[in-house]
Nanobody, 126 residues
Framework: QVSLVESGGGLVQAGGSLRLSCAAS????????MGWFRQAPGKERDFVAF????????YYADSVKGRFTISPDNAKKMVYLQMNSLKPEDTAVYYC???????????????????WGQGTQVTVSS
């Protein structure tokens, strides 16, 4: 059974940093990718970033490029999202997800992933 558990969310002032963690278990992840999505109240779930477990392939939403970094730790089966220069518009529930490797078009959408974590709240105050 696949399990994804996020942690690291919280309240931070604009310009600050947070690091989200996702603990993964229950799958041979080497042929899968890990993604982060976020969902603000009343809005759709939006793509943030994805990474291959080797770390050789990464892709970011334009809104976070240059500020966020996604990285895997194969030994620990963890995936991290380092978020710097946070803005109030980054406020959302952040979800970790896993899915089979595929096209960037597909992996930028929730339908590209078959397992999800429960989410962790990130609030950025102005």
């Amino acid at each position: 059974q696949v399990s994804l558990v996020e942690s690291g969310g919280g309240l931070v002032q604009a310009g600050g940093s947070l690091r989200l963690s996702c603990a993964a278990s229950g799958r041979t992840f080497s042929t899968y990718v890990m993604g982060w999505f976020r969902q603000a109240p009343g809005k759709e779930r939006d793509f943030v970033a994805f990474v291959s477990w080797s770390g050789s392939s990464t892709y970011y939403a334009d809104s976070v490029k240059g500020r966020f970094t996604i990285s895997p730790d194969n030994a620990k089966k963890m995936v991290y999202l380092q978020m710097n220069s946070l803005k109030p518009e980054d406020t959302a529930v952040y979800y970790c997800a896993t899915g089979p490797a595929g096209s960037i078009v597909r992996l930028r959408t929730p339908r590209g992933y078959d397992y999800w974590g429960q989410g962790t709240q990130v609030t950025v105050s102005s």
